[in-house]
C-alpha cells in the first residue's frame, strides 16, 4: 500500500473515533471534579498517599505506557515527578497526566548532550532518584551516565560494569551458564560462514539466527535452520547484517510457550516481579505464578547483585517440559502496566527493604490490554463471530493500560495528538511502517529503535 495512503486511512480510523473517546475523557474529568468538590466539603483528602518523605523523580521514556504506570504510582505514593522524551516523541500524551509536575524535552541517547541534559534536570530540580524508563537503545547510554549522575542523585539502573552481561544476548547465555541455570545452546557469530559451515546433522532441535543488537523488524523472524538444502541456508544466512561489529547468535530453537517476566531489582533483591504468558507482539498481560521462573530469575539476579529493571524471556519446552530462559533486557518491562492499581510500586523501586518482597500484581489484578489494538483485532475477526467474540471478552474482563478515571488525559492525547503526530511525520518523510504501537507510543518502522 502506497505510504502516505496508508497514513491517511490510520488517521482517518484514529479521527472517526475521537467523538467517542472526548465523550469518555470528559465523563472521567466531571467524575474527578465531583469527587475533589465533594472531598473539599467534607474535609477529606481525595488522593491517598503512602510516604513519608515527598522526593522528586525523574522517569525517562516518556512515551511509553510503562513510564505512565511508574509516574503514577510515584506520584499516589506522593513523590513529585518529572517525566523526560527526546524531540521526536515529544508531543507524547502522558505529559498531560496528572502525575507529571513537568515535561522535559532531552536529546537521544546517541547524542554527546544527552548525559549532560539529564544532569542539567538534576541538579536545576534537586532530583533525588533517576528512574530510565528505556528503549533497547537507551538502556546502553544510561547505564554509561550513571558515573555522572550518581555524585547528585539516585539511578535505578544497571551499572556499566554489568550492562553487557544482561543486555548481551550471547554473554547472557554465558553467564547463566556459569550459574548452573538453564538456556538454550547459543553460538556467537560474527560471519555468516561459520553458520554455513556448522554440522546440524547431530542436533535434536533446529536453530534461529538473532540480532545482539535491537532490530525491530527482524526481531520477529524465526526462520528455523538448517532450511530443506545448504544452499537455501547459506542464501537466508548471507541476507543478513552479520559482520564481527554487528554479531548474531545462533541459538537453539525450543518449541513451547513463551512466558515473560518484570522485575525491579535493588543491590540484588528482587523487589517487584511478575510473570505473564507471552508472544512475539505482546500487548495483553495478565500475571501467572511459574514457581520455577521465579526462582530462576530470584538465582540469577541475587548472583549479579544489581540495581535496575531487567525483564527475562522464557519458553517451557513441548518436549521435556522444563524452563529455558532465552534472553534478558536490562530495562522495565510493558507487564507492569499490571501494577497499575499498586502505589506500593513507588517504595519497591527504591528501597530493598520491604517485609513482603517482591511485589506482585494483587490476585484480583484484571489483565491489561491496550484498547486501539483490540479494536483493530475485533474488525479483523469480523469474519468469524468467535474471535470476535473473545476480543469483546478480553476487552469486558480487563482494563486498558492508559485510561484511568482519575487521569483521563493521557488517554485521549495518546490517541488523538501522539500517535496523529507521528503519522504526520511519516506522511511527510514516506518513512513507512509496519504498525502502530501505542504501547510504547511509537511506529513500528525499519531501523527503528
Not at 3 to 25: E, Y
Not at 26 to 43: I, Y
Not at 127 to 132: G, L, Q
Request: hydrophobic residues 40%; contains cysteine.
Amino acid at each position: 500500500m502506497n505510504i502516505r495512503l496508508k497514513n491517511v486511512l490510520a488517521l482517518s480510523g484514529l479521527t472517526l473515533l475521537s467523538p467517542v473517546t472526548f465523550m469518555l475523557v470528559l465523563a472521567s474529568l466531571v467524575a474527578r471534579l465531583t469527587e475533589m468538590l465533594v472531598s473539599k466539603v467534607v474535609g477529606i483528602s481525595g488522593d491517598d498517599k503512602h510516604v513519608g518523605v515527598k522526593k522528586t523523580i525523574l522517569i525517562s521514556g516518556g512515551k511509553m505506557t510503562k513510564a505512565l504506570t511508574l509516574a503514577r504510582a510515584f506520584h499516589a505514593a506522593g513523590h513529585r515527578v518529572l517525566l523526560a522524551e527526546t524531540p521526536r516523541y515529544a508531543s507524547t500524551g502522558h505529559r498531560f497526566s496528572y502525575a507529571v509536575s513537568k515535561f522535559y524535552t532531552i536529546p537521544g541517547p546517541q547524542d554527546s548532550n544527552y548525559t549532560q541534559a539529564l544532569l542539567s534536570i538534576i541538579q536545576n530540580e534537586s532530583v533525588d532518584e533517576y528512574v530510565p524508563v528505556c528503549s533497547p537503545l537507551s538502556s546502553f547510554y544510561d547505564s554509561h551516565a550513571i558515573p555522572f549522575l550518581k555524585p547528585f542523585c539516585r539511578v535505578v539502573h544497571v551499572d556499566p560494569d554489568k550492562i553487557f552481561d544482561l543486555d548481551d544476548k550471547y554473554k547472557f547465555a554465558k553467564k547463566a551458564e556459569q550459574l548452573g541455570l538453564r538456556v538454550p545452546k547459543t553460538l556467537l557469530i560474527t560471519d555468516p560462514q561459520q553458520v554455513v559451515d556448522l554440522d546440524f546433522t547431530d542436533e535434536s532441535r533446529p536453530f534461529i539466527l538473532k540480532s545482539i543488537a535491537y532490530d525491530a523488524i527482524r526481531r520477529l523472524d524465526l526462520t528455523k535452520l538448517p532450511l530443506e538444502t545448504a544452499e537455501k541456508t547459506a542464501s537466508f544466512v548471507r541476507s543478513l547484517p552479520i559482520s564481527s561489529d554487528n554479531p548474531w547468535i545462533l541459538q537453539e530453537f525450543i518449541e513451547g510457550d513463551e512466558y515473560c517476566t518484570h522485575g525491579t531489582v535493588i543491590n540484588g533483591v528482587l523487589t517487584v516481579y511478575c510473570c505473564c504468558e507471552s508472544s512475539a507482539f505482546q500487548i495483553n498481560y495478565s500475571h501467572v505464578e511459574e514457581s520455577d521462573i521465579e526462582e530462576w530469575v530470584t538465582h540469577f539476579v541475587s548472583a549479579m547483585k544489581f540495581t535496575g529493571q531487567a525483564s527475562f524471556d522464557f519458553i517451557r519446552a513441548n518436549d521435556d517440559g522444563k524452563f529455558y530462559a532465552i534472553e534478558c533486557n536490562p530495562r522495565a518491562h510493558s507487564a507492569i502496566t499490571l501494577f497499575s492499581n499498586r502505589p506500593e510500586l513507588a517504595m519497591a523501586n527504591l528501597s530493598n527493604t520491604g517485609d513482603s518482597y517482591p511485589l506482585k500484581p494483587l490476585e484480583k489484578c484484571r489483565p491489561t490490554y491496550w484498547i486501539f489494538h483490540e479494536l483493530w483485532r475485533f474488525a479483523k475477526q469480523l469474519h468469524s463471530p468467535r474471535d470476535a467474540r473473545a476480543v469483546v471478552k478480553t476487552i469486558l474482563t480487563g482494563k486498558d493500560s492508559v485510561f484511568n478515571w482519575r487521569d483521563p488525559l493521557p488517554f485521549f492525547m495518546l490517541h488523538h495528538w501522539h500517535i496523529p503526530s507521528l503519522l504526520v511525520k511519516d506522511f511527510q518523510e514516506e518513512r513507512g511502517w509496519l504498525r502502530i504501537d501505542f504501547n510504547i507510543g511509537k511506529l513500528v518502522q525499519e531501523g527503528g529503535d
